[in-house]
Antibody
Framework: EVQLVESGGGLVQPGRSLRLSCAAS????????MHWVRQAPGKGLEWVSG????????GYADSVKGRFTISRDNAKNSLYLQMNSLRAEDTALYYC???????????WGQGTLVTVSS | QSALTQPASVSGSPGQSITISCTGT?????????VSWYQQHPGKAPKLMIY???KRPSGVSNRFSGSKSGNTASLTISGLQAEDEADYYC??????????FGGGTKLTVL
């Protein structure tokens, strides 16, 4: 059974940093691209960032480019999101999602909540 | 990276059919056959319903279908059921390792 478990969320002050993690199991992690998608309270889904199986291809939404860094450790079956210079508008539930070979997000975690507030 | 355009809400009675549109540009929806659709119930993670524009993952009801014409993709749900009441999001590859979601559509089953 595929499982994606996010962690690392919490309350953080504007301008500070936070690192999210996603632990994957139930599939061959290093065969698949992985992504982060966020959802602000009461709002829609927003794609944040994605990384290919070998970290050779990485993309970021304009809203986080230059502040967030995605990475993965295939030996640990883990995905990460380093978030720097956090802003109030980064407050959201952050989902980790697996990208299928057909280029769709076929499995999602339950999310980890990030709240940016003073 | 502008969000794809979806109607904020749609509604229908049980047994009826509804269609949700998803309008992008020639840089995303119009350029790639990589539109997917997701269903999200309150407090739950999104669930993949349609991929590559019109294909259904195993286990998804055949009441759900997808199509695309030009820069607009569509999700049709036939034989509406109470359990279909949820938020629906489209998503498209936008090139250069970027992806974009629609703003979401709230489906109400009357």
């Amino acid at each position: 059974e595929v499982q994606l478990v996010e962690s690392g969320g919490g309350l953080v002050q504007p301008g500070r940093s936070l690192r999210l993690s996603c632990a994957a199991s139930g599939f061959t992690f290093d065969d698949y691209a992985m992504h982060w998608v966020r959802q602000a309270p009461g709002k829609g889904l927003e794609w944040v960032s994605g990384i290919s199986w070998n970290s050779g291809s990485i993309g970021y939404a304009d809203s986080v480019k230059g502040r967030f860094t995605i990475s993965r450790d295939n030996a640990k079956n883990s995905l990460y999101l380093q978030m720097n210079s956090l802003r109030a508008e980064d407050t959201a539930l952050y989902y980790c999602a697996k990208l299928s070979p057909a280029q769709a997000f076929d499995y999602w975690g339950q999310g980890t909540l990030v709240t940016v507030s003073s | 990276q502008s969000a794809l355009t979806q109607p904020a809400s749609v509604s229908g009675s049980p047994g009826q059919s509804i269609t949700i549109s998803c309008t992008g540009t020639s840089s995303d929806v119009g350029s790639y056959n990589l539109v997917s659709w997701y269903q999200q119930h309150p407090g739950k993670a999104p669930k993949l319903m349609i991929y590559e524009g019109s294909k259904r993952p195993s286990g998804v009801s055949n009441r759900f279908s997808g199509s695309k014409s030009g820069n607009t993709a569509s999700l049709t749900i036939s034989g509406l059921q109470a359990e279909d009441e949820a938020d629906y999001y489209c998503c498209s590859y936008a090139g250069s390792s970027n992806w974009v979601f629609g703003g979401g559509t709230k489906l109400t089953v009357l």
